[in-house]
Each structure stands twice: as C-alpha cells, then as structure tokens.
C-alpha cells in the first residue's frame, strides 16, 4: 500500500552535506514511490531568534535547494509551514494531551536550551508538538530524516497513539526512516558531534555551496587521528566520518574504499575526497543559481504547494475539533 511520506527542514543557517545526503537527496531519491511532501519549516525556525527580513529570503532559499536536489514539484509537494494555519492550531491542541514528562525527555531541547540558557523560548521546548502536528495533519506514514530527529517521531507516534486511544481512530501511526549509512554527519573540525547548519566554527561545516576552494581547504583542515590507517571504524570519529561521506559520494563499496587508500597517506585521501565532493556538488549548485534567477517561480510553487496541501491539513484538522468537542453543538431553533 502506498503511504504518505512528510518531512520538513528549517529555513536556517548552512544547508551542508549532512542536511543533504541524510535528508534532501534521499527525498528527492523516493519521492515517486510514494505521496510525498516536503515543508520548509519557518514556525520551527523562530523558536530561536531569526532575522525577519532573512527569514523570508531563507524560505525561499531552501526551497530552491530543495528543487536543485532534484525535488520535482510536479512529483512533490513543497511548501511553507506558516503558510498552512492548521499546523499551528493542530500544535495547541496536540499540546493538551502531550504529558509534560515526555517533552522533558527530549534530547534536542536539553542541548539547545543549554547553548540558549534561560533565554531559551518556551517555544524551543515546544517544537516537538509542532513537529507532531506537521506529520499528522497529513495522515503521514514515512517520515525520512536524520538520526537526530528519531525521537521526535517517535513522540508523533506516541501522541497520535494516545489521541487514538482517547477519542477513536484519527490519526495513521508515523515511522521514521533513517539511512543505514550517514544519519548523523559529524562536523569536521569536532568529529565528536554532528555537523549542525548554526555552528560559530565555519570550518566544521561543509556547506553544500561552498565554492571548490572552500571545499577543499576545509577537507585538508578536517580532524584526523595519528593512526595513518584509511579503515571504516567508528572508534576513530575523524576519519570514520570522513570515509562515510566519501562512501556517500562515490557509491562504491566499504572494501573497494579500502582497498583504494591501502598504504596511501590522509593527506591523498583528502584531496581525493575534495575532488569527489566538489563534483557531486557541482551541478547541484550550478542548478540552484539557475533556479534563483527567477525567484517568482519559486514563490509561486510553494504557494501552489500550500493552496493544494491546505484541504487535507484542513479535513484533518475539522476531524480533530469534532473528536475533541471543540466549537458549537448542533443548534435547533433559529
Ligand atoms: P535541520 O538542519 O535541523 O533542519 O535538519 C534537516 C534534516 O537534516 C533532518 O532530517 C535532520 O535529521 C537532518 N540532519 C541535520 N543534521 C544532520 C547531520 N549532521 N547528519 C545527518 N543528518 C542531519
Ligand atoms: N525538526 C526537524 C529538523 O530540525 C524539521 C521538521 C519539522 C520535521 N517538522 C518536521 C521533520 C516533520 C520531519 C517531519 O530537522
């Protein structure tokens, strides 16, 4: 049976090759097999401060990225969160039958509200509702993302079981699908955490539209190990992370990688690693330049996109209401 398939990326920061070969190129891989709809995410986004201006710019941004990657509208759907109202209502209420406890258990919220102190918006502590509301306004069955974001759609499984269990049967039960190979992209310089599009350190990430140089020079600056051996093994972060990406651009096989740096130096390894990436990326990027010449034709997809996935995430939404009792009783006389 064909499910739905939903994700969402922010409009924030760097789109960098962790974004793209866990999430973006894998959507745009699978988009025929399925329904697919892919939304970018500005009500997630301002959970930390955003500039105003430069958050409109992003949307459309990511949008022509996602287009780039080879995302075909006539095949998906793209469009804007805060485009879609039902996102946020459906949030509210979705927010009166999450227990607090579980949102207290989320990983993300814990790291981020650290780096943020008490600055951190009750927003920031929210996102998982949000992001619960996103997948089960369209009945979603395929949520494909990183592996960050596992517990997230767990969460959005568990409430849309406990809404089921409360007022009937509503809403199809999510499941994330995560790579086998590149789910959690670390950064460069710090192989010890996952590469992130809001960093202060530019040089642990690796942009998707880093020019050629800048590719290079920050794959020849990457964290290694003293060791000199090119083997895949996750006790060694650095050049692990480094052979997962090579592994993800080239397509070829653990032991052919192997066997091809055997003896050879990291510093051959890199420069063969840049060259690789610098390709792959090549007409990615001479794509999106295209594409952001005429941004009315971005601006009015996604507005095509929200105007065709607004009745579903409005029918959704009605259902709701009814289950929860939300809105006037049938009224008799006049
Ligand atoms: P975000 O950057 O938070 O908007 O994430 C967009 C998508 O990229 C989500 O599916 C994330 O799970 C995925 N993602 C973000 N960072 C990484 C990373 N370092 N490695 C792999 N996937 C990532
Ligand atoms: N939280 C996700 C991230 O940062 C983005 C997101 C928002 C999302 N809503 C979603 C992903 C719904 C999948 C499904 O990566």
Known sequence: MKKRVFSGIQPTGTIHIGNYLAAIRRWAITQAEHES??????????????????????????????????????????????????????????????????????????????????????????????????????????????????????????????????????????????????????GLKDPTKKMSKTGDDKDNVLGVLDPPDQIRAKIMKAVTDPLREIRFDPERPGIHNLLVIYELFSAEGRQAIEQRFAGKGYAQFKAELAEMVIEGLRPLQARFCELMKDQGYIGRLLEEGADRIRPVAEGTLNTVKEKVGLGLPVLRGS
């Not at 409360?166 to 994330?176: H, I």
């Open 37 to 186: 709809i892919f939304c970018i995410v500005d009500l997630h986004a301002i959970t930390v401060p955003q500039e105003p201006k430069l958050l409109k710019a992003k949307n459309l941004e990511m949008a022509g990225m996602l287009l780039a990657a080879g995302i075909d509208p006539e095949v998906s759907v793209i469009f804007v969160q805060s485009r879609v109202s039902a996102h946020a209502e459906l949030a509210w209420i979705l927010n009166c039958i999450i227990p607090m406890g579980w949102m207290l258990r989320m990983i993300q919220f814990k790291e981020k509200s650290q780096r943020h102190k008490e600055q951190a918006s009750t927003g920031l502590f929210d996102y998982p509702a949000l992001m619960a509301a996103d997948i089960l306004l369209y009945r979603t069955g395929l949520v494909p993302v990183g592996e960050d974001q596992r517990q997230h759609v767990e969460l959005a499984r568990d409430v849309a079981e406990r809404f089921n269990s409360r007022y009937g049967p509503t809403f199809e039960l999510p499941e994330a699908v995560i790579p086998e190979v590149g789910s959690r992209i670390m």
